[in-house]
């Protein structure tokens, strides 16, 4: 097949290119390969595998319908976005040109050239906001959801909360309207927390990366709210597995959304995080706190029952032997991360 990845140097992205590359693909990555890091995981790329590689931005409508028109992809992922909340606080507009019109312009590339392409689509669970109204309960080192041990399922109502949440949650839903308006083969996966190798965290984005490569590095680490928030965290491997699983069964699930992530088993808080992470280093973990951030979900833990009925997919890699593996990625990789924090 012919792969296009957009933000294709990203984390995700270089994940993903790394593994269809290697399976035998023609993969092309179009990156802008402005966020740090970057340029670093382009280069393992070129390393390891035959992947080529496009700069541009996903704004540049141009750039896209050229692209499509000429390289024909079979498959667009596409992964390129503007990733911080707090980033889109600051800048809402350059969030929103990146988020909602970017998408936007790769859909129009697929329709106007390309139809045939599978559109897989990285959209967030923060498109279902607060989730207000849900009985929150505190069990311990974390925060759960009353009785609802299953999590959030695809039926929950949308409620953009931030910049960020508004510009992916449009992107969302031109995602899923292309499949109905025009039929094109469109898949959307709201994702919840990725994390693993090639993810060089930073406070506002990542915070698994992120406290693995401040522990690793002595840097300092803040904790917003009171580190009991929660998320169901998937490693990267696991996502890419499902990225095959959708594109082997394109035409059965074209026009639908899943929700992402490691499910009720593989729940993760701050705080554990924190405290497996003095366990694999042998040393305390110093950390100090601060107040709640902008649209932060105390709870969020996806029903991944739907990928796993219609895809036949689950994750396989628990939030320990995760966390483990990138510690150890981290730990053997100490000068390259050095070298990205200090492109910050």
Not at 76 to 102: K, M
Not at 181 to 187: H, K, S, V
Request: hydrophobic letters at 40%.
């Amino acid at each position: 097949m012919r792969v296009l990845v957009t933000g294709g140097a990203g984390f995700i992205g270089s994940n993903a290119a790394h593994r269809f590359a290697r399976n035998g693909h023609d993969v092309l990555v179009f990156d802008n390969l402005a966020r740090p890091g970057s340029r670093h995981n382009l280069q393992w790329l070129r390393e390891t595998t035959r992947t080529a590689c496009l700069e541009g931005d996903v704004t540049d409508a141009a750039a896209l319908r050229t692209i499509v028109a000429e390289f024909r992809p079979d498959v667009i992922l596409h992964l390129a976005a503007q990733v911080a909340v707090t980033t889109s606080v600051i800048a809402p507009r350059a969030d929103f040109d990146t988020n909602a019109l970017g998408t936007l312009n790769v859909l129009e590339a697929v329709r106007e050239r390309h139809p045939e392409s599978i559109v897989i689509y990285a959209s967030t669970n923060k498109v279902y906001g607060a989730l207000g109204g849900r009985d929150i309960v505190m069990r311990g080192t974390r925060y759960g959801f009353g009785n609802e041990e299953s999590g959030v399922d695809e039926r929950e109502p949308l409620d953009f909360y931030s910049p960020y949440g508004c510009s992916k949650g449009a992107a969302d839903q031109y995602v899923r309207d292309y499949a109905r308006m025009y039929g094109l083969r469109t898949i959307v996966l709201r994702q919840s927390c990725i994390y693993g190798p090639r993810q060089f965290g930073v406070e506002d984005q990542g915070w698994i990366a992120w406290f693995t490569i401040a522990a690793a590095l002595g840097l300092p680490v803040t904790i917003y709210g009171d580190g009991k928030q929660v998320r169901d965290v998937l490693f990267v491997d696991d996502l890419v597995d499902l990225f095959e699983r959708v594109v082997e069964q394109a035409a059965a699930v074209a026009g639908q959304v899943f929700n992402v992530g490691g499910g009720p088993d593989f729940q993760l808080s701050l705080l554990e995080l924190l405290s497996q992470l003095e366990q694999l280093r042998g040393e305390h973990i110093p950390y100090s706190f601060d107040g709640w951030r902008p649209g932060d979900q105390k709870v969020y833990v996806s029903d991944i029952g739907k990928s796993r009925e219609m895809l036949g997919w689950k994750p396989k890699v628990s939030p320990a032997e995760g966390v483990t593996r990138l510690h150890e990625w981290v730990s053997g990789h100490l000068a390259l991360v050095k070298t990205v924090a200090s492109e910050r």
